[in-house]
Protein backbone atom coordinates (compact mmCIF):
# COMPACT_ATOMS: atom_id res chain seq x y z
CA UNK A 1 0.00 0.00 0.00
CA UNK A 2 1.24 3.36 -1.04
CA UNK A 3 0.87 5.78 1.79
CA UNK A 4 1.75 9.44 0.80
CA UNK A 5 1.96 12.28 4.21
CA UNK A 6 3.01 15.75 3.13
CA UNK A 7 3.67 18.43 6.27
CA UNK A 8 5.44 21.89 6.16
CA UNK A 9 2.27 24.12 5.54
CA UNK A 10 1.32 26.54 7.66
CA UNK A 11 1.02 30.46 7.76
CA UNK A 12 3.30 33.02 6.23
CA UNK A 13 3.35 36.27 5.34
CA UNK A 14 3.80 37.81 1.38
CA UNK A 15 7.30 37.65 0.70
CA UNK A 16 7.66 34.86 2.64
CA UNK A 17 8.81 31.42 2.30
CA UNK A 18 7.75 27.41 3.02
CA UNK A 19 9.08 24.50 2.56
CA UNK A 20 6.45 21.61 2.15
CA UNK A 21 7.55 17.91 2.31
CA UNK A 22 5.84 14.26 0.79
CA UNK A 23 6.97 11.53 2.40
CA UNK A 24 6.01 8.11 0.70
CA UNK A 25 5.95 4.58 1.82
CA UNK A 26 5.78 1.67 -0.29
CA UNK A 27 8.36 0.57 -2.78
CA UNK A 28 7.61 2.97 -5.41
CA UNK A 29 8.85 6.04 -4.69
CA UNK A 30 12.17 5.63 -7.15
CA UNK A 31 9.95 4.65 -10.24
CA UNK A 32 7.27 7.23 -9.55
CA UNK A 33 6.52 10.69 -11.30
CA UNK A 34 6.22 12.87 -8.21
CA UNK A 35 4.09 16.74 -8.06
CA UNK A 36 2.78 19.10 -6.45
CA UNK A 37 -1.03 20.16 -6.89
CA UNK A 38 -2.78 23.40 -5.38
CA UNK A 39 -6.84 24.00 -4.46
CA UNK A 40 -7.68 27.46 -3.64
CA UNK A 41 -11.18 27.35 -2.33
CA UNK A 42 -14.05 27.31 -5.11
CA UNK A 43 -11.12 26.65 -8.18
CA UNK A 44 -9.95 23.42 -9.43
CA UNK A 45 -6.65 21.66 -8.41
CA UNK A 46 -4.02 22.92 -10.77
CA UNK A 47 -0.42 21.74 -11.34
CA UNK A 48 2.06 23.25 -9.21
CA UNK A 49 5.41 21.58 -10.17
CA UNK A 50 6.15 18.03 -11.23
CA UNK A 51 9.92 16.02 -11.24
CA UNK A 52 9.82 12.51 -13.40
CA UNK A 53 11.73 9.90 -12.14
CA UNK A 54 14.31 10.95 -14.78
CA UNK A 55 14.72 14.13 -13.10
CA UNK A 56 12.72 16.57 -15.71
CA UNK A 57 10.62 19.39 -13.92
CA UNK A 58 7.55 21.40 -15.18
CA UNK A 59 6.12 24.20 -13.24
CA UNK A 60 3.09 26.51 -13.52
CA UNK A 61 3.65 29.49 -15.34
CA UNK A 62 2.41 31.24 -11.99
CA UNK A 63 5.32 29.88 -10.01
CA UNK A 64 8.17 29.90 -12.26
CA UNK A 65 11.12 31.15 -10.87
CA UNK A 66 9.54 31.50 -7.05
CA UNK A 67 8.78 27.28 -6.25
CA UNK A 68 11.61 24.54 -6.67
CA UNK A 69 10.69 20.71 -6.82
CA UNK A 70 13.43 18.54 -5.43
CA UNK A 71 13.26 14.50 -4.43
CA UNK A 72 15.52 12.58 -2.25
CA UNK A 73 15.29 8.98 -3.22
CA UNK A 74 17.01 7.94 -0.30
CA UNK A 75 14.69 9.23 1.92
CA UNK A 76 11.88 8.83 -0.34
CA UNK A 77 10.39 12.09 -0.02
CA UNK A 78 9.49 15.03 -2.20
CA UNK A 79 9.75 18.95 -1.94
CA UNK A 80 8.52 22.09 -2.85
CA UNK A 81 10.70 25.03 -1.59
CA UNK A 82 8.46 27.97 -2.03
CA UNK A 83 9.81 31.42 -2.19
CA UNK A 84 8.29 34.97 -2.15
CA UNK A 85 5.19 33.66 -1.60
CA UNK A 86 2.11 35.68 -2.46
CA UNK A 87 -1.29 35.90 -1.13
CA UNK A 88 -2.87 33.97 -4.54
CA UNK A 89 -0.79 30.77 -3.56
CA UNK A 90 -3.24 30.44 -0.51
CA UNK A 91 -4.21 26.76 -1.04
CA UNK A 92 -4.70 23.00 0.10
CA UNK A 93 -1.07 21.79 -1.70
CA UNK A 94 -1.54 17.84 -2.71
CA UNK A 95 1.39 15.24 -3.24
CA UNK A 96 1.32 13.22 -6.27
CA UNK A 97 2.56 10.07 -7.28
CA UNK A 98 2.05 8.65 -10.90
CA UNK A 99 4.15 5.14 -11.64
CA UNK A 100 3.47 5.15 -15.27
CA UNK A 101 4.94 0.83 -15.10
CA UNK A 102 1.26 0.63 -13.68
CA UNK A 103 -0.84 3.35 -14.49
CA UNK A 104 -1.57 4.20 -11.02
CA UNK A 105 -2.02 7.78 -9.53
CA UNK A 106 -1.64 8.45 -5.41
CA UNK A 107 -2.27 11.52 -3.45
CA UNK A 108 -1.56 12.62 -0.23
CA UNK A 109 -4.57 14.04 2.34
CA UNK A 110 -3.71 17.74 1.46
CA UNK A 111 -1.22 20.12 3.87
CA UNK A 112 -2.77 23.79 3.92
CA UNK A 113 -0.47 27.34 2.44
CA UNK A 114 -2.52 30.37 3.59
CA UNK A 115 -0.27 33.40 2.92
CA UNK A 116 -1.04 36.80 4.59
CA UNK A 117 -1.38 40.49 2.32
Known amino acids: QVQLVESGGGLVQAGGSLRLSCAASGNIFSIADMGWYRQAPGKQRELVATLTNAGSTNYADSVKGRFTISRDNAKNTVYLQMNSLLPEDTAVYYC???????????WGQGTQVTVSS
Open 96 to 106: NAYVTLIARNY
